[in-house]
């Protein structure tokens, strides 16, 4: 009897604890090296106040999710007033008067006099440095809230999660992942959707050395900020003087800042599948460098927003992409597009940039359209 009581409650450790429940595989790209929790042993969250401890103690953590974290209702509900900058069809985003945000930079926008929103997705959880946090199988959702790399936090690694249902309804009310001031961050195979405003967002503060790779950035929603069911705020990349490579990600049904450069950010977009973007990928701002190869443009109306003082290197020629081995130690691979817009700019001063840092590697643009299926939480 006292055996098998053991037996079972191993076997039902065994079950939920595996050693699969560890970062897999490594960063390419800026990032490289990052280590997150490292070999700490793993912990496994029950509610979601122990998984906002976790993630915000000074502790060197590996934090496993088995589960759905419903933040939802957990600080209560705000009621407020709002505005309709993009219109008042059912099918468009509603903005929070947001410390009077309507009022000063919208003031002819329609009124809207009570909305009612979910207070947790307005600020996502705190992420100290040498965190990983990781999903287990395909379990590791977060719903209502994000989370926020600020105050120089170092070495995190997000894996295998997905961050969903923050307020999509409502601008301001919250994005999925903030970094502000950090450095070696590696977000991979992150899905997030239906969110209210920034998938993701490198704010002014330094972010230093960031990979984004395989994740997927689902932009298909109920309510836009253009009111046809693709979402606006897609990723911003700004900072000081940060490092971007964002690799073999998935970013669909956006119109939008797929991705907003800005803030002096060098961005390596390399090998993402872009599509259905019903406005434009790439916003590319003055400070903004960009090098763009081997990605694949499908459905996106603009592949980027045309004069805007941003540097862009689109790969479009053999006799330019040559020019990226000195600096990037590979000639850099063409773009494709099918019903799409096209990236212009050879903008080669930008390449020595990428001197003596990792860059991630890069295929041809004819290998992308697998990204489809492999990017996203849960594929890994
Ligand atoms: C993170 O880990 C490094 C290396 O072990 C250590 O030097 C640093 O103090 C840790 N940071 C924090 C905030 O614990």
Redesign the pocket.
């Known amino acids: 009897m006292k055996y098998s009581l053991v037996a079972a409650v191993v076997a039902a450790f065994a079950s939920s604890v595996s050693a699969a429940d560890a970062v897999k595989g490594a960063a390419e790209g800026f990032a490289k090296g990052v280590t997150g929790g490292g070999n700490a042993a793993p912990v496994y969250p029950s509610t979601t106040a122990e998984l906002i401890s976790y993630l915000g103690d ?1 502790s ?1 953590r590996v934090i496993v999710l088995t589960k759905t974290f419903d933040f939802t209702g957990t600080e209560g509900k705000v009621t407020s007033a709002g505005c309709s900058p993009w219109g008042t069809g059912s099918g468009c985003q509603i903005a929070i008067n947001q410390n009077g945000w309507c009022d000063r930079e919208q003031p002819k926008a329609p009124k809207v006099s009570s909305i009612t929103y979910d207070k947790a997705g307005i600020l996502g959880m705190t992420v ?3 965190k990983s946090l990781i999903g287990q199988g395909s379990k590791g959702v977060i719903k209502g809230k994000g989370i926020r790399i600020v105050s120089n936090a170092k ?1 995190i690694i997000v894996q295998n999660v997905r961050f969903t249902d923050i307020n999509p309804e409502y601008v301001w009310g919250g994005d999925a992942i903030t970094v502000d001031g950090g450095d070696l961050i590696w977000i991979d195979h992150v899905t997030t959707d239906l969110i209210a405003r920034q998938h993701i967002v490198l704010g002014n503060g330094a972010s230093n050395r960031v990979t984004i790779s395989n994740c997927e950035i689902n932009g298909a929603t109920g309510w836009s900020a253009t009111c046809d069911g693709h979402h606006y705020w897609g990723l911003y990349l700004t900072g000081s003087n940060d490092l971007v490579t964002l690799k073999d990600n998935y970013i669909h049904h956006t119109s939008g800042r797929s991705p907003k450069v800005a803030g002096n950010t060098l961005v390596h977009a390399v090998n993402n599948y872009f599509y259905a973007n019903s406005g434009h990928a790439f916003e590319v701002n003055p400070g903004g460098k960009v090098v763009a190869e081997g990605n694949v443009f499908q459905n996106v109306v603009q592949a980027m927003q045309p004069n805007l003082g941003g540097q862009m290197f689109a790969s479009a020629a053999a006799g330019t992409n040559a020019q990226c081995k000195q600096y990037l130690g590979h000639d850099c691979e063409m773009n494709a597009y099918g019903t799409s817009g096209t990236l212009t700019g050879a903008a080669a001063g930008i390449l020595s940039s990428f001197s003596g840092k990792n860059v991630a590697s890069a295929s041809a643009a004819s290998s992308v359209k697998n990204v489809v299926n492999t990017a996203g939480y849960g594929k890994i």
């Open positions: 000074s060197a100290g440095s040498n070495n």
